[in-house]
């Protein structure tokens, strides 16, 4: 049975850093490519980060040297390292697993919210 499991959420003030966790089981976590997806309220969930299962990543324009993404295969965890966060950066944070045409796992979503 495959679990992602995501930890790390809270409550900061603006110009404050959290760091994101995903823990992976039931997964050959080598294989996978791997993300963080984030939905505000109102909003559609968007893309925040990616890293490819070659070590390719993606970011999105709004979180551009602020945020980093990276996968410890030893520990079968994803993470995403937050810094100098904003106000808008307050949403529900989601980790995703997947192999293209293949699988796609999310976690269950941990809230972030940056407020003073």
């Known amino acids: 049975q495959v679990q992602l499991v995501e930890s790390g959420g809270g409550l900061v003030q603006p110009g404050g850093s959290l760091r994101l966790s995903c823990a992976a089981s039931g997964i050959i976590f080598r294989l996978y490519n791997m993300g963080w997806y984030r939905q505000a309220p109102g909003n559609q969930r968007e893309l925040v980060a990616t890293?490819?299962?070659?070590?390719?990543?993606v970011y999105a324009d709004s979180v551009k040297g602020r945020f980093t993404i990276s996968r410890d295969s030893a520990k079968n965890t994803l993470y995403l390292q937050m810094n100098s966060l904003k106000p808008d950066d307050t949403a529900v944070y989601y980790c995703?697993?997947?192999?293209?045409?293949?699988?796609?796992?999310w976690g269950q979503g941990t809230q972030v919210t940056v407020s003073s």
């Open positions: 995703r697993m997947w192999k293209p045409l293949n699988t796609d796992y």
């Open positions: 890293i490819s299962s070659g070590g390719r990543f």
